[in-house]
């Protein structure tokens, strides 16, 4: 059974940092390209980073460049979301996804439950 578990989140003063992970089972990683999505109450579901299978390909959503970094550790199963310089517009529920990218792999998508990110003063 394949799980997703996020953590790390919680309440933050603006200007101040969290580390969210993502934690995986049932799955073989490094097949899988990462990534972060994060929801805020009545919108949509919006990217937020992705990291290919390796690392080396990082992508952002314009709004958190230079401010977010996506990373994976393939040995513990788990990518993570260094989240600095945190904004209010930054707070939503962030969700991990994994899609499968290796043959016989190619297209499973799973997604985790969520962990609430709150940025206010």
């Known amino acids: 059974q394949v799980q997703l578990v996020e953590s790390g989140g919680g309440l933050v003063q603006p200007g101040g940092s969290l580390r969210l992970s993502c934690a995986t089972s049932?799955?073989?990683?490094?097949?899988?390209?990462m990534s972060w999505y994060r929801q805020a109450p009545g919108k949509e579901r919006e990217f937020v980073a992705g990291?290919?299978?390796?690392?080396?390909?990082?992508n952002y959503l314009e709004s958190v460049k230079g401010r977010f970094a996506i990373s994976r550790d393939n040995g513990k199963n788990t990518v993570y979301l260094q989240m600095n310089s945190l904004k209010p517009e930054d707070t939503a529920v962030y969700l991990c996804?994994?899609?499968?990218?290796?043959?016989?792999?190619?297209?499973?998508?799973?997604w985790g439950q969520g962990t609430q990110v709150t940025v206010s003063s």
């Open positions: 990291i290919g299978v390796f690392g080396s390909s990082t």
């Open positions: 996804r994994a899609v499968g990218l290796a043959p016989g792999v190619t297209g499973r998508t799973y």
């Open positions: 049932g799955l073989t990683f490094s097949q899988y390209h």
